[in-house]
């Protein structure tokens, strides 16, 4: 999983380094880019709603551990 976001991450620098340069974007690399960086995004939704949910299956078991020491 670093190895892919370093991957997205280089090609985000590659794409600000050609939009500094003037050099323009070809079509192909406009749609690598474009695609890594939706992926990236997909990802981190994906992670965090995974990340949610194990919140909530601790807020849910400290409640019960709770009850328990009462």
Known sequence: MLAIRLYISALAFIFLILVVTNRGLGILEAVVITS???????????????????????????????????
């Not at 990236?40 to 328990?68: P, Y």
């Open 36 to 70: 890594a960086m939706v992926y990236l995004i997909l990802d981190v939704r994906t992670e965090l709603q995974m990340l949610k949910l194990e919140f909530r299956l601790l807020q849910d078991l400290e409640q019960r551990l709770s009850t328990l020491l009462r």
